[in-house]
């Protein structure tokens, strides 16, 4: 098997087979950094190449009107069984194959083309390999990159390339976190009178998110759906204590259409009596904004098919900067965490195909 440095840009399944074969966990990217940095050096000279931590840009300087910024992040979540790239046919398994080492791969042969033929280029391209997206927000390479270098990634378009199965999936949810507290007093449970049980007083909350279906919402002809659901409790001393305190979190997922403040009043609303109530954290929605012209061109290009985004994204971090952004990527988004996550060849064919085709590249 090929490794990064070598794999042929026009087997986009291979070059994606290598990429799998460099572990990049979480906050274990530096690796596969280092090598999507050497190839692009190596092969994309006309590109400018700049290094932000583990965080790779590659920009061209074409003098076009308008600039596409296309990302992808470098890391994966932990191991299935499923660390080592195994290619069947026209199907590559491995992890991080649709999720997404496959769009990095149609990124790097962009990168390429876009460096051997720029004179036929539509936009200026920026190409974003960042670190961090599958943990925590505060290690989030793109939002290291917003706070402190964002001319890197400035742009009048921004396209994920997140798999969507070969879907324009338009904008995203918003989330809220929600930790409610109850507290009660401890008392022998011989004696439950004499004190107060904390998991009794949560139990009409628990019992009003539990039987709460947020109605979808429509935006730009698009329905979000939404979800409400308890994620965590605790609470308990022992087998022979009255509980004194009770928690629990909440996850909301909600339409673009809202705002953080109205998802989170809805959500506290059904939160009525606890003692304490704590935003564990927040992501807005990202908007559709299909009506945005390159939005719209990128769509009407090939008559796109559109659907809602289920789950956030980075698109949010675009559109909070006012860069419409799109979700477009190679690969089942259904697989992605799984054992059997996998990418085929038609997938990241058809994505380089689109891509290469609105960027003006027509034909390898």
Known sequence: MSDVATADRRDLLSLTAALVAVPSLSRDETSLADAIEARLRARAPRLEVARVGDNVIARTRFGRPRRVVLGGHLDTVPANANETPRVEGDILHGLGSADMKGGLAVLLALAEDLSERGEDARHDATLVFYVAEEIADEFNGLRALF??????????LAILLEPTGGWVEAGCQGVVILQATFHGSRAHTA???????????????????????????????????????????????A???????CSFVVNRRFAPSLSIAQARAEVEELLEGA?????????????????APLVAEFVGTLDLAVRPKLGWTDVARFAAAGIPALNFGPGDPSLAHTADECVDR???????????YFLGLRGR
């Open 346 to 356: 038609e997938s990241l064919d058809g994505c380089y195909a689109v891509l290469g």
């Open 275 to 291: 003692d304490e109530i704590e935003l564990v954290t927040s992501s807005p929605a990202a908007p559709p904004n299909l009506g």
């Open 239 to 245: 087998n022979n204590v009255v509980p004194d305190r």
């Open 147 to 156: 706070e402190r270098d964002a001319d890197l990634i400035a742009g009048d």
């Open 191 to 237: 004696r439950p009178w004499m004190g107060q049980n904390a998991i009794g007083r949560a139990a009409g909350a628990l019992a009003r998110v539990a039987a709460s279906e947020p109605e979808p919402l429509a935006l730009d002809g698009l329905e979000y759906r939404q979800a409400l659901q308890v994620v965590r409790v605790e609470g308990g001393v």
